[in-house]
Structure formats: C-alpha cells, structure tokens
C-alpha cells in the first residue's frame, strides 16, 4: 500500500497526540464530510459558516480512517472512540503538514496568481505538464488560507509538478501562503480592479500580488504578463528583491514568451509562440484571446521547468473550456437549437471584456442574435458604478445588440447604453431567469455571465434542465 502520509510521519509532523487504535496510513485528506473517500483523515477546520468538529461522526461513518481535531474541541464532542489525532489548532497542523510535504518534495514548484485567469492557467499547467511527468494541482480555486496547506498536504512524494494556485483579497493575504509553498517559479498571471472596494488603487493590488516574489526559492524565475499596466513595477519590484530570472509574456516586443499572431475562431483558436528565436503553432481547444495569453504563460512555465514542450503544445490542442469559464452547450429549442456560453463562475472588470469578446466572436445562425446576460460584479466599493457604466464601451465596441440584465448594479450599465441596444433589465437574478426562459429563440448565442455571489449559475442551470443537448445527428429544419 502507499500511503500520502504514515501516521507516524503525520503525528511527527503536526506535533500531534495520538489517541485510539490508529491505522498505519492514509490514502488522502478530506476537510468535507461529504466527499471524503475511505481511508482518508478528516482534518475538522473551523470555516465562516461551519465548524469540522461537528460533523466528525459524518466523517467517521463515511469511511474517514481517522480524525485530526482539536485539544479544545475534544470535550464537546462526547465519548468519541475513534481514532485521532490530537491537535492544538487543527488548521495550523495542517499547515505544518503542507510544510512536511513541501520539506519531502522533488518537484518542481509552480505558484499562480494573478486578478484573473489563475484556475485557468493553472487547470492549463496540469493539462500541458502531464506528458511530461507527474501533476499535482490545486482542486477548483483552493487558494486561500486552508485551500494552499490543504493542497501541499495532499502532495504526494513521487510528484514531479506541483501546480498551486495562490488567491488574496486583501494586502498580506499572499505572503504566508506563498512561503509555505516555496515555488521554484511564480507567474503572475495579470492585473486588473478585483476585490477593487478593499484596495485603495490598482497599484496596491499589484503590490500585494507581488508579494509571491517573497517566497520564491533563491535562483527562482518569475513570469509577468509584459503587455500588463503593472508590468514595470512588478518587474522592478522583483529587481529590488534580488530576482535574477524574470522571465514575460504577451504581445509586447519584448516579451520573451511572445505573442507572435493570434487567429481566433468560434469554438477554438491558433497562436503562434515566438520564444527563443523559434516561432511555434500552437491550435488550442478553446476560443478567447485571453485563453491564448494564459497559454503563453504556461509555455513559458513549461520551458523554464524543462518539461517537453512539444508535447505541452500537443495536449493544448485537447483543452477544452471548464464550467463557469467559457464552457459551450449546445442546445435544442423547437426544431433548432442555441448555443450558451457559461461564463458563470464569476466577474470583474477584465473577465467581463474577455467574456465580451467571446461573444463577439461566436456567431448567430438563422434569426439568432448575440445576447449578453450579464449581472453585478461585486467588491467594487467606490468604483463600483463606474465599472458597471464602463461596460457600455467594450459592448458597443463588439456590436453586441441585446443585453439582459439583473443586480441593483447594474442598473447603472442600463442607464449608460444607447436606444438602439435591446435592455431588458431586472432586478433579481430568478426574475431574469425566467425571462430568458421565455425569450430565447433558435440561432441564438447566449453568454451569461456574474460574479459568483449573485448567482449567474442558476440561469445556466435553468437553460441546461429545461433544454435538452442538442446532438450533431439532430438535423436543423
Ligand atoms: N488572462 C485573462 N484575462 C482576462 N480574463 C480572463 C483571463 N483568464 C481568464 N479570464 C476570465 O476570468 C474568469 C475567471 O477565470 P479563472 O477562474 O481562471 O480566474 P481566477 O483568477 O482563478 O478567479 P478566482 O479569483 O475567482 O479564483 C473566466 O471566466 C474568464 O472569463
Ligand atoms: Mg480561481
């Protein structure tokens, strides 16, 4: 059997007590009573909404092989006899076994952040790494304060890439994190107004990006986006700390990863990669400009760790967009069908111009037009109604005719749009639900997209119940 971890090894590395009949080893970590596999340790963390401890027994009866909990908390919860171990803080314990993990590893580290685009190009890294050795990557945007220690624990020893994604919404947020990650290579994916209501300015937010420079290992690399705003002050930023390779992306001329041409068709797109003085062609699965600019970053990443390009540009051939991020279902309506773009997953001001721009690459058939559904983007503070009014321009610039819209933000955008667009606005998310329902016709392209706290997923997932996939051998009449 191979174990992520003995117990020995994990008591040693979280100082911990053990207590009960413990196994020899555990297969995997589970923080989700739900979700945990047998023969994985339940680590029970305090999140916002609920506390781990409480849901033990659930952990216990779903195959957990053992609990990792707290001193304080083993009181209040009865006469447990399972096995455990003991911890002072269990989200610190697991910090230090990310440590223990990070301390075991031969891989080479990947860290990414960024405004936009980190689970993208993250979720790309494991596509394009995965030829050439063994990938372990964050789940989903696990990028936070438990989601980084959680995804260097489940490391296992024998991976030859860690990719982790690395997220903040607050100046200082970045720094612990990145130190107990220690990449070997940093990317800093772009930077652009998110979380806008807690910084005073755009500078501030790259200032706090940067502070993934911090944890880098001595003679590591960064990678920065040269067609950025912030490029210069990143890149002086990591001159000042002593950072001797900082390598960029993009179109610029200088970029050594550079965006030579770009040729984007409806479902998919071909770039052509200059680097090193070889142009490369690179076809990508996945529509969108800004899919081709992550792609830069993660051939570049590729390149400095030494993995097969060849093969990296290969599998990028293969990617296909994921739910929420630009993900295409085809779908039947009558004797047609319409075709949506779930850009659900969330919004800020750069992610809506790139989903935009999406829409405005897809193309109607028949009667069908290009219709932006589009809600509140959220933690914009001040700024908040001129970003909203400020996405009159780029829809205007894609020609887009019909937008629909719910949140009380974006009201502003509907006040800012000429007559001659189609609005409809309303001010709740399930009031537009079953607006675009109803209103939908063949031909159309939909592309929906919110920041994930106005809950834009449940449109998407209204038009996916109520209309079936549209399959190729349906004939349009
Ligand atoms: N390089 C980019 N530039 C602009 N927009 C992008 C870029 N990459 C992705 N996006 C857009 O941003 C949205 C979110 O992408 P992604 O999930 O990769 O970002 P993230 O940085 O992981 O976000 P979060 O902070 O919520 O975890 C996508 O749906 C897409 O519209
Ligand atoms: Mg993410």
């Excluded at 489940?154 to 890439?161: L, V």
């Excluded at 933690?379 to 909203?388: D, L």
């Excluded at 994930?452 to 119940?465: C, H, R, S, T």
Aim: aromatic fraction near 6%; proline fraction near 4%.
């Amino acid at each position: 059997m191979s174990w992520l971890w003995t117990t020995e090894d994990m008591i040693a590395a979280m100082a911990g007590r053990p207590f009960g009949t413990l196994p020899e080893g555990i297969t995997g970590i589970s923080i989700d009573s739900r979700s945990i596999s047998p023969g994985e340790a339940f680590f029970a963390i305090k999140g916002d909404r609920v506390d781990g401890h409480d849901y033990a027994s659930m952990a216990m009866a779903n195959g957990a092989s053992l609990l990792v909990v707290s001193e304080a908390r083993l009181p209040a919860m009865g006469r447990l006899t399972v096995p455990m171990i003991v911890v002072e803080d269990v989200l610190a314990a697991l910090g230090r076994l990310g440590q223990a993990s990070r301390a075991r590893s031969r891989a080479k580290i990947v860290a990414v952040t960024g405004s936009v685009g980190k689970t993208t190009t993250k979720e790309m890294l494991r596509h394009v790494l995965s030829p050439s050795g063994k990938v372990h990557a964050s789940v989903a945007s696990f990028n936070n304060h438990w989601g980084v220690p959680l995804t260097l624990a489940r490391m296992p020893d024998d991976t030859d890439y860690g990719v982790f994604e690395v997220g903040m919404n607050h100046p200082g947020e970045i720094r612990p994190l990145v130190a107990m990650i220690r990449p070997h290579v940093a990317v800093i994916t772009t930077i652009a107004p998110a979380h806008l209501g807690n910084f005073k300015n755009i500078k501030e937010i790259a200032a706090a990006k940067a502070e993934v420079f911090e944890g880098l290992e001595p003679g590591g690399h960064v990678v920065l986006n040269r067609d950025n705003d912030q490029f210069n002050f990143l890149d002086r930023t990591a001159q000042s700390l002593g950072i001797e390779h900082i390598h960029s992306f993009g179109q610029h001329a200088k970029a050594e990863f550079r965006l030579a041409e770009f040729n984007g068709a409806d479902e998919n797109s071909t770039l052509w990669l200059t680097i090193g003085g070889d142009t490369l062609e690179v076809a990508i699965g996945a529509p969108g400009r800004h899919i081709a600019e992550n792609a830069l970053a993660a051939l570049g990443v590729v390149r400095i760790v030494g993995a097969d390009i060849e093969k990296a540009i290969a599998a990028l051939a293969t990617l296909k967009p994921e739910k929420g991020r630009g993900k295409r279902h085809r779908l039947s309506i009558g004797s047609g069908s319409f075709t949506l773009i779930d850009e659900s997953y969330n919004a800020n001001p750069a992610s809506m111009r790139a989903a935009i721009a999406l829409l405005a690459a897809a193309e109607p058939t028949g009667r069908g037009r290009r219709i932006a559904v589009l809600g509140d983007m959220l933690e914009m503070g001040e700024y908040s109604q001129k970003v909203h009014t400020d996405l009159a321009g780029p829809l205007l610039a894609a020609g887009i005719e019909h937008v629909w819209l719910a949140g009380a933000d974006m009201a502003a955008l509907r006040e800012s749009l000429p007559e001659s667009v189609h609005v409809e606005y309303r001010e709740k998310t399930s009031e537009l639900t079953d607006y675009v329902l109803n209103s939908v016709v063949p031909g159309d392209v939909l592309m929906v997209k919110s920041s994930l706290g106005i809950g834009f997923g449940k449109i998407v997932a209204a038009l996916l119940d109520k209309f079936p996939a549209f399959s190729d051998t349906q004939r349009e009449l």
